[in-house]
């Protein structure tokens, strides 16, 4: 089946709509015909941008509420077919420096989101986007969905608890939930005025300014999807029963050290310069060191392989920004 068999005239929620990849999925649903509700806090801090949707605004509904509110969600859930559950704490630094926030949004909102779901809406469909920060420093290279998870910060841990909230509710109450464990994704409408989503992001706007940015050490070795990849992946995953109870790796290729990656940005970029200097003391202590993901098992239950190379993606985040940077400092 198509994606446009799929999800025309179908009923889609989206919770962290406005921010990066919510906002993509949501540009992509609107093309396949799909009825969109769009759900973001707006809270500075989380990524969410009503830029994101420019051009969108009279094909979607939006609701301003946050995913805490269980009698918002409670509300939002019924007579939904999908949800794509992307609202969340994204910062590991945030997360150190305020656990009790992270708590709530990523692991006991969930558990909310859910109950609402079981409660108001058993029929609907979600798919979770967690991430590959529960692994931790990997054991070995590639890394696996069977590698121990171990995270090196509070959002890790919180974000495991989201996860398996739903893998839970997968088993025990039969409400069809997957999980994608995200690595480095970047691409256009992702938030760049400071690191609270990737590194990438803030490299990418001091490039655009001509200004220089800083590569911390540079050897680490990283993989990189491309948001129209990671868009696919949840659509895939949302359409197929076989992934019910699963959990997926997203990965990207080639993989790159920091400083290759930052070579090839001033390449594509026709410009630009780096400093390299040692970690910060308080970024060292939860650093993972080199990590890429294995996704064989998404690309043989669901057929899902990353297709746009880092160069393309590259240069296509450097055009956006390019052209829209106002819009996000």
């Known amino acids: 089946m198509t994606f446009q068999a799929e999800f025309e005239n179908r009923r889609v929620l989206i919770t962290g709509a406005l921010g990066f990849i919510g906002s993509n999925l949501a540009r992509r649903l609107v093309e396949l015909g799909a009825q969109v509700l769009l759900i973001d806090s707006l809270i500075p801090e989380y990524g969410g941008n009503l830029f994101n949707i420019a051009g969108l605004e009279d094909r979607v509904r939006l609701n301003i509420s946050d995913v805490r509110d269980a009698h918002s969600m409670r509300y939002l859930v019924q007579g939904q077919d999908y949800l794509f559950n992307l609202a969340g704490q994204t910062s590991h630094m945030d997360s150190m420096q305020d656990p009790d926030t992270d708590l709530e949004i990523n692991c006991r909102a969930q558990l909310s989101i859910l109950e609402a779901c079981r409660k108001y809406n058993p029929q609907i469909k979600v798919v979770f986007a967690s991430t590959r920060q529960l692994y931790g420093k990997p054991d070995y290279l590639p890394v696996d969905e069977k590698h121990l998870r171990r995270p090196v910060d509070v959002n890790g841990i919180n974000k495991m608890a989201g996860e398996w909230y739903h893998i839970l509710y997968n088993n025990v109450y039969g409400l069809r939930a997957c999980s994608l464990r995200l690595t480095n994704t970047y691409g256009p409408r992702m938030r760049v005025k400071d690191a609270r989503q990737t590194f990438l992001g803030v490299w990418l706007r001091l490039l655009v300014e001509g200004k220089p940015f800083e590569v911390w050490e540079g050897h680490q070795l990283r993989d990189f999807t491309y948001v129209d990849d990671a868009v696919e992946a949840f659509l895939l995953a949302a359409m197929s029963e076989a992934s019910n109870g699963e959990i997926f790796n997203l990965g990207g290729e080639p993989v790159v050290s920091l400083k290759e990656l930052a070579d090839l940005m001033i390449e594509v970029n026709g410009g630009g310069e780096y400093v390299t ?53």
């Open 277 to 329: 200097r040692s970690y910060p003391a308080d970024r060292k202590r939860i650093d993972i060191g080199d990590f890429y993901a294995d996704y064989t098992y998404i690309r043989r239950t669901l057929g899902w392989e990353p297709k746009v190379h880092l160069r393309e993606g590259v240069r296509r985040a450097i055009e956006f920004y390019r052209a829209n940077l106002p819009h996000y400092v």
